[in-house]
Each structure stands twice: as structure tokens, then as C-alpha cells.
């Protein structure tokens, strides 16, 4: 089992979704986060000086799957998420030891 | 007659409660957008009183009210408010209560136009845009109607703006959606309000201001406003349920669906307030809300992002008011009859007068923004968009 870890523009997580539900990945966990990578956000020029926006808002999936089912997810996350500019976000992929279902006890590893 | 106490104690308490009514707007659509851009709604609310103040008692009210020159536009006597007395002199109140009332109303109408440039309008190009439009579209939309041009001498009655206000704003709206285009990801993914009870507080501002609006206009304490008190109450309360009933029978009956119908209640009575009676004040608010539910339905099909609603409940029911007040005016109340009192002139003025304010803000709206937009660029940048106005336009976070 493996845990895929997604952080991605808020604006494309609509049409990640609608994807992930397409290829039949419907559970998944999202939260609001704030993020940045290398180009430590973005510069929004002005008359008065420069403001650096240094964290910018982003969405972080988390989804637990089958190992066979990673290439399938990964490439889907992608093709959704990319606008191909600065910023389409990261993902990664974590092992996952055990999963419990909490209404029945039901393990899973 | 001298100062009447009275009447001026009333003009000026209405000012306030006119006053209100722009940042009621601002809460108002401030928590119909998302988070992102909560500051940016509201700030624009506060910047357009402060130009309207500014704007107005340096040539605003002059072109306005001044005196007329050809039925189209007031002279330069008032610039400065020159010649604008405190003093009452021979009448019921001092003209500069009447400058200061007016002018919280055209703050009011530029604010309800912010509705079509919500989340994506670049700030100093809003500022430019504000003056040139208070100065080549609303001063003479007020000076037709009010101040003495060719739609009141031809017998145009609006009451307390259904054109000059209601009309003017929603269809500038309008032209103005259509210039600085869609969001970014309008239709393609939800663009939720972020904080309904904000907008409900907003809409109960602008519920207490209207009042100040409609029974101020009276400029009396009187019969007139005393009845344009109660027909504004009335049609609020009818559009609201009017909205309320039409929305719970396409789904559940929404809390921004009722304010939103009592909104379009009010602005379809604005015109007709101090001419129609409260019983007919029910049937104007209630169509309103239906009709105004209807009309956003109508825009969101068409994909136009006017985004806040302005054409839809301003200028679809500001027009549908200064109609019905051509219909239902009563002599009683207000001493004019309407076409249900078998005087037809007064349908076909008041028609032709709404239809000409309709084409005349359209049409300079459109020419306004265009030429600013391909000057200045009325848009923020993609990015911009994305981060939100509060950070990127004003360096704050709601």
C-alpha cells in the first residue's frame, strides 16, 4: 500500500478530482495549505517597490491506494494538475504499513 | 418660509442612513466572494465614498444640479459648491443638506457597479475609472431626472432613482462585465461565497439605509414620505418571500435568496416609493423578486460573469420599477397618475425614459471601460488572480 501525497494549484484541484473519480479513485483526504518551492513565490511587481508573496495557497491530496495502482494515479494527478507554469506543485509517495478501517475493525496491510 | 426643523433634522438623518448603504454594499458583496478577495470587495466600497465626496462638492453636484444647459447636463455655477448655502433662505431646508444627501447617492449606485469587476479589477485603474464614470455617466443620468433636464421636463417621475440610480448601475454593470471578461475558471469550477452571514449583515445595512433613500427622497416630512416609508418595507418584505418561494421551489430556501429578494423589492419601489400605495407596493416587490431570481438564472446560462448580480437585481428590477410606477401611480398619493388611472402619457414617459437610461449607461459604460482597459489595463495579472486582490492589491489578509 502507498500513500500519494499531492500539493497542487487550488484552481486545478476541481479537474483533479473530477480525474482521479474517472479512473475510479473516489476516497481521498484534502486540506488547505500554504506552500512554496525554489522560486520562493512569486514577485508582484508595482510603482511603489517590490512585494514578495512568499507563501502561496495550495491544495494537498492525500490518497492511499494499491501499489499496482500507482503509475495510474501518478500519471492522472499530473496530466490534471499541470498549467505548465511556475508553481503546478509536487508529488510524492509514501509506504504505507497498515490501514484499519475504524467501523469494523478491517486491517489492511 | 424659513428653516423647517422638521424636514431638515429628516434630510439630514436619511443622509446617514444613504450613507450606510455603500459600505453595506461592500459587506455585502464582500462575503459573496472568496476569502481571497474579502478586503479587496469592501475597500472598494470605502474608496468610491471618498472620491464621491471629493468628486461631488468639486464639480459632481454642480453638473448634476447645476443650471441646465440644453436638457443634457448642468452648468459650472455649483463647482466648488459655490452659491450652495447652508442657509435655508426662503425654503423648507439649506441646499447643501440636499448636496450632502445626493451625494451618498451617487456613492451608492458607483458601488453597486463594482459587482461586475469583483475579484479581478486592478485598483488605480478602478480610481480612474470612478471619476470619469461619476462625471460623463451618473451626473447626467441625475441632472435628466432630478436636476432639471429633458426626462423630468417631459414628465419622467422617479421617485428616488429607479433610473438614475437602479437602472444606471445595473446596466453599467453589465457593459462593464462585459469589457473586463470572465474570472479566471468561471464555469469551469465553483466560485463559492466565502462568508454568507457577512452578506446577510451587508443586505440588512442596506434594508435600514433604504429607508433614508425612499422616505428622504420625500424631501418633506409629509404624507409622501411617510408612505414611501411603508411601500419600502412592503416591497422588501415581498421580494424577499417572492425570491424565497421561487428558490425553495428549485431547491432549498436560501438565506442569500431571501436578502437578494428583498433587495430587488426595494430597488423595484425606489422609483415608484412616494407614487403607488402600500397594497401595490406588495405586487411590485413580489414580481421583482421573481423576476430578478429569473434574470440571474438567464445570466449564469449565458456564461456572462457579471458576478455580484447588479444587472440582474439593479437593472433588471430598477427597469421593471420605473415601468410599474408609469402603471401604478395613484393621484392620491403622490398627485400623478398612471396608465392603471387611465392616464397612458405617463406609462409611455416613464418606459421611454428607462429605456433611454438603459441604452445612454450601457453604451458610455461600455466606451469607458473599453478605452481605460486598453490604456491601463483594467485586469490584474493571471497570477494576481490566483493569489487574490487582498495580498496583491492592498498587502492584507481578511
Redesign the interface.
Given at each position: 500500500m502507498k500513500m500519494v501525497k499531492a500539493v497542487i494549484?487550488?484552481?486545478r484541484?476541481?479537474?483533479v478530482k473530477k480525474a482521479l473519480e474517472d479512473k475510479g479513485f473516489i476516497g481521498m483526504t484534502i486540506s488547505e495549505v500554504k506552500g512554496r518551492g525554489e522560486q520562493k513565490g512569486?514577485a508582484?511587481q508595482y510603482r511603489g517597490g517590490v512585494?514578495i508573496?512568499d507563501l502561496?495557497?495550495k491544495i494537498q491530496l492525500e490518497i492511499v491506494i494499491r501499489d499496482s495502482d500507482v503509475d495510474t494515479i501518478v500519471v492522472t494527478i499530473t496530466e490534471a494538475a499541470r498549467t505548465g507554469k511556475i508553481g503546478d506543485g509536487k508529488i510524492f509517495i509514501l509506504p504505507v504499513e497498515k490501514s484499519i478501517r475504524i467501523r469494523t475493525g478491517e486491517m489492511e496491510s | 418660509m424659513a428653516l423647517d426643523t422638521g424636514v431638515t433634522t429628516w434630510l439630514m438623518v436619511s443622509a446617514i442612513l444613504v450613507m450606510l448603504m455603500t459600505p453595506g454594499v461592500g459587506f455585502f458583496y464582500g462575503g459573496l466572494v472568496r476569502k481571497k478577495n474579502f478586503i479587496s470587495m469592501i475597500a472598494l466600497s470605502f474608496v468610491v465614498l471618498a472620491l464621491v465626496s471629493v468628486h461631488w462638492i468639486l464639480i459632481g453636484y454642480s453638473l448634476a444640479f447645476g443650471q441646465d444647459i440644453g436638457g443634457v447636463i448642468g452648468n459650472l455655477d455649483f463647482v466648488g459648491l459655490n452659491g450652495v448655502s447652508a442657509d435655508a433662505g426662503s425654503g423648507a431646508y439649506p441646499p447643501l443638506v440636499f448636496m450632502v444627501f445626493q451625494l451618498f447617492f451617487a456613492a451608492v449606485t458607483v458601488t453597486i457597479v463594482t459587482s461586475a469587476v469583483a475579484e479581478r479589477i486592478r485598483f488605480s485603474s478602478f480610481i480612474v475609472f470612478v471619476l470619469v464614470w461619476l462625471t460623463l455617466v451618473y451626473c447626467p443620468l441625475a441632472h435628466w431626472a432630478w436636476g432639471g433636464g429633458w426626462a423630468s421636463k417631459l414628465g419622467l417621475i422617479d421617485f428616488a432613482g429607479g433610473t438614475v440610480v437602479e437602472i444606471c448601475s445595473g446596466f453599467g454593470a453589465l457593459a462593464l462585465a462585459l469589457v473586463i471578461k470572465n474570472r479566471a475558471g468561471f464555469g469551469e469550477y465553483a466560485l463559492e461565497p466565502h462568508n454568507i452571514p457577512m452578506a446577510l449583515l451587508g443586505a440588512a445595512l442596506l434594508w435600514f439605509g433604504w429607508f433614508g433613500f425612499n422616505a428622504g427622497s420625500a424631501l418633506a416630512v409629509n404624507s409622501v414620505a411617510v408612505n414611501a416609508f411603508v411601500t419600502t418595507n412592503t416591497a422588501a418584505a415581498a421580494g424577499a418571500l417572492a425570491w424565497m418561494f421561487a428558490g425553495w421551489y428549485h431547491g432549498k430556501p436560501s438565506s442569500l435568496g431571501m436578502v437578494s429578494g428583498a433587495i430587488a423589492g426595494m430597488v423595484a419601489i425606489t422609483p415608484a416609493a412616494g407614487f403607488v400605495t402600500p397594497l401595490v407596493s406588495l405586487l411590485i416587490g413580489g414580481v421583482a423578486g421573481v423576476l430578478c431570481y429569473g434574470m440571474m438564472l438567464v445570466r449564469v446560462r449565458k456564461k456572462c460573469d457579471e458576478s455580484l448580480d447588479a444587472w440582474a437585481i439593479h437593472g433588471m428590477g430598477g427597469l421593471w420599477g420605473t415601468v410599474a410606477t408609469g402603471i401604478f401611480a395613484v393621484a392620491a398619493i403622490g398627485g400623478i397618475s398612471g396608465l392603471a388611472e387611465g392616464n397612458a402619457w405617463q406609462f409611455a414617459v416613464n418606459t421611454v425614459c428607462a429605456v433611454a437610461a438603459l441604452i445612454f449607461s450601457f453604451v458610455m459604460t461600455y466606451c469607458i471601460a473599453f478605452v481605460i482597459d486598453r490604456t491601463l489595463g483594467m485586469r490584474v495579472t493571471e497570477d494576481e488572480e490566483y493569489v487574490g486582490l487582498d495580498i496583491c492589491q492592498h498587502g492584507e489578509r481578511a
Open positions: 494549484k487550488p484552481e484541484f476541481e479537474f512569486i508582484l512585494m508573496v502561496l495557497p | -
